[in-house]
């Protein structure tokens, strides 16, 4: 079974541009959590969707959002981008409905210029 | 790798030895918990999980130890290999009634194993 694909895995963008980041699940996994890892503040969660639905938001400004469809492949969007956005997002899947075993991708390394 | 942050613990272990890697997670009312490893350049990868009604999962070469009461998770690696060299992270994770939580990441420990 494919793990989960993220795309692109590499991104330079100037600041005040938007980004948008799009992540595959599993197949068979409806719920797509996705997280922002730096090396100054480690891996922080943004948002989970399940079904459709953003059932959890972490402590991030409404710059960043995210949606899924209706197949669960999400996609995340940062407006306009900062220089701290530079960062790997990551983007885990969980058969659970729970949120349990997250598996994660290989992530995007987003640089912002 | 982008994992590796400017002050993480680092753990130095021989080939063939155990390595122990700990973890203090923040809230007694997690009740789910996870440890994942992550090499240069890849994504995290599930090693073993255990719920807060056990005190001990074992998986193949790692055991997960949890103690509730100091608030204190373990990681044993058994017969380290070259290839287990990456950096390790405990997470965390509290389901609200019908809610599901988010995983809380620790800050990370990087395992070097000597050849």
């Known amino acids: 079974k494919a793990g989960v694909t993220q795309t692109p895995r590499y991104l330079i963008k100037t600041r005040g541009q938007q980004v948008t980041l799009s992540c595959s699940p599993i197949?068979?996994?409806?719920?797509v959590s996705w997280y922002q890892q730096t090396p100054g503040q480690g891996l922080q969660f943004l948002f989970e969707?399940?079904?459709?639905?953003?059932?959890n938001k972490g402590n991030f400004p409404g710059r960043f959002s995210g949606r899924q469809f209706s197949n669960s492949r999400s996609e995340m969007n940062v407006s306009t981008l900062e220089l701290g956005d530079s960062a790997l997002y990551l983007c885990?899947?969980?058969?659970?409905?729970?949120?349990?075993?997250?598996?994660f991708g290989p992530g995007t390394r987003l640089t912002v210029t | 790798g982008e994992s590796v942050g400017l002050h993480l613990p680092t753990l130095s272990v021989q080939e063939g030895d155990n390595s122990i890697i700990n973890c203090a997670y923040s809230n007694s009312a997690s009740d789910y918990f996870i440890w994942y490893k992550q090499e240069s350049g890849k994504g995290p990868q599930f090693i073993i999980d255990?719920?807060?009604?056990?005190d001990k999962r074992q998986g193949q070469r790692v055991t997960v130890l949890l103690n509730k009461t100091v608030k204190h998770l373990s990681l044993q690696i058994a017969a380290t290999q070259p290839g287990d060299s990456a950096v390790y992270f405990c997470?965390?994770?509290?389901?609200?009634?019908?809610?599901?939580?988010?995983?809380?990441f620790g800050k990370g420990t990087k395992l070097s194993v000597k050849p």
């Open positions: 997470a965390e994770k509290v389901s609200y009634g019908g809610s599901q939580g988010n995983l809380i």
């Open positions: 885990a899947s969980s058969l659970s409905d729970r949120g349990y075993e997250q598996y």
């Open positions: 969707y399940f079904s459709e639905t953003q059932r």
């Open positions: 197949s068979g996994h409806r719920s």
């Open positions: 255990i719920r807060s009604n056990m």
